[in-house]
């Protein structure tokens, strides 16, 4: 028995080694790279004509609002010496390219302000301004020059974008609706750091 032993213990595993090879070389594993259709180039081609390519719709930069109609927003990401302010009860959400478009300003202790006309990506979480407040200027807005979409992150300067984008602008579906950008921002906390409100 003790001599037989080791050999009846081996019958199982070789044969389950077999079974195994023949299962992998039915369904083709032996060659990962075979591509039922026939191509060359291997099973994980991507046809890209097959999906809508994403469009930015064109964009209409509208008036200056009212300073006393923005919404007060302490976030983190900008100077002390500075305050956010948004144009909530004007923002906007694309249904067919889900960007969201608001006027954002910025303004110091001296009381000098900076508004600009912003876009954001929540799928990409980038921004892109429009135009720029030059209420002293006629007329007062002034369209940005080949603007460009850019990440809302790195940059000391502009990190409270990424930080709208993560806590006001988007949650975990994509872009909010305005009604609900308007009730995070207005029911935010001095500070908060909670993401996905």
């Given at each position: ?31 990962p ?6 191509s ?27 300073f ?19 144009d ?14 608001l ?13 600009t ?7 990409t ?13 006629d007329?007062?807005?002034t ?40 009730n ?14």
């Open positions: 028995m003790h001599a037989l032993g080791p050999c009846f213990a081996l019958i199982p595993v070789r044969l389950v080694m077999a079974l195994c090879i023949v299962v992998f070389c039915q369904i083709g594993w032996a060659n790279y075979v591509d039922p259709a026939g060359k180039d291997g099973p994980f081609n991507f046809d890209e004509t097959l999906v809508d390519p994403w469009v930015e719709q064109e964009t209409q930069i509208p008036d200056l609002p009212e006393s109609s923005l919404q007060p927003l302490r976030v983190r990401g900008i100077p002390p010496d500075l305050e956010l302010f948004l909530t009860a004007r923002v906007t959400v694309d249904p067919d390219d889900q960007i969201t478009r006027w954002v300003y910025l303004r110091s202790k001296q009381g000098v302000l900076n508004g006309y912003e876009g954001y990506r929540c799928a979480g980038e921004y892109r301004i429009y135009g720029y407040a030059t209420p002293r200027r007329p007062p807005i369209p940005a020059k080949r603007a460009a979409w850019r990440e809302a992150r790195g940059e000391l300067s502009t990190n409270y974008r990424h930080y709208l984008l993560r806590n006001y602008l988007c949650d975990l579906r994509g872009a909010r609706s305005p009604i609900e950008i308007q995070a921002v207005s029911d935010a906390k001095l500070g908060d750091p909670l993401f996905y409100r």
